[in-house]
């Protein structure tokens, strides 16, 4: 991905590795957007970086989806970027019960949202140069961490979702990468201090430099032995498998 002369839009950029990604970015003269629910995050955020706007957006509603959606290509129609961050992520209970409103919250929040974001932009993004479609993923698609079941089960989905949509645009001018960060020290979880977490700049710095690449994982030093776990062959086998059965079912 070229770091300079994009117009980039980043979901759940109020805080945590949404904002330190846009203030990276921005930092490299692009132009950002940052989106999220709460304006007084957004508001702090682009207090502190001239020239960085923001957007409202509720992830969990489609409508707010597609009305953000208008209202970006309206007003940047250079927009060429588009960064899927937003996400929660909660403890559960899969030996037991699990609560029900958490469950239908974190997939909507961090399957649902995504996919719908790029769906309502993705027309669009395929009309210009560089573009790039993100998703902030996490190792927990490759390693589930038990207590959470539920948010590492919507992370390994968004993998499997990336995998098929970069297939599916191999021939367009989109880009579909996937940001899969080891533990890091955002609030989510309650990380800020934890101290087995990999400090927010160190991982922003490190992936930056990834991003910069032509790799379409963007995976930080400790984040490789977690994606090992699929075995190295994964990219081929699923793209092997995907070439030999559309025609198939198209036919």
Do not use: C
Request: net charge negative.
């Amino acid at each position: 991905m070229k770091l300079t002369g994009n117009t980039i839009f980043i979901t759940g950029g109020g805080s945590g590795i949404g904002r330190g990604l846009a203030e990276a970015l921005h930092k490299r003269g692009n132009k950002v957007i940052i989106a999220g629910r709460r304006r007084s995050h957004l508001d702090e955020v682009v207090a502190a970086n001239p020239g960085m706007a923001a957007v409202e957006l509720d992830i969990t509603d489609a409508a707010s989806i597609e009305r953000v959606a208008a209202r970006l290509i309206a007003d940047y129609p250079d927009l060429n970027v588009l960064i899927n961050n937003a996400g929660v992520m909660q403890p559960d209970q899969a030996g037991g019960k699990v609560d029900d409103a958490l469950m239908v919250s974190t997939i909507t929040t961090n399957l649902m949202g995504p996919i719908r974001m790029t769906s309502a932009l993705i027309d669009h993004l395929k009309t210009r140069n560089d573009a790039v479609v993100a998703y902030t993923s996490s190792v927990l698609a490759f390693v589930p961490l038990a207590v959470t079941a539920v948010y590492s089960s919507t992370k390994a989905a968004l993998h499997s979702y990336v995998l098929s949509q970069r297939f599916m645009l191999r021939d367009t001018t989109v880009r579909v990468l996937e940001i899969a960060p080891p533990w890091v020290r955002t609030d989510l979880m309650n990380s800020r201090e934890a101290e087995l977490a990999m400090p927010l700049e160190a991982f922003i710095d490190e992936t930056m430099t990834v991003l910069g690449t032509d790799a379409d994982e963007i995976l930080v030093e400790g984040a490789k032995q977690f994606r090992g776990n699929p075995g190295p062959g994964e990219h081929d086998l699923v793209n092997g498998f995907n070439a030999q059965i559309t025609p198939v079912l198209a036919g």
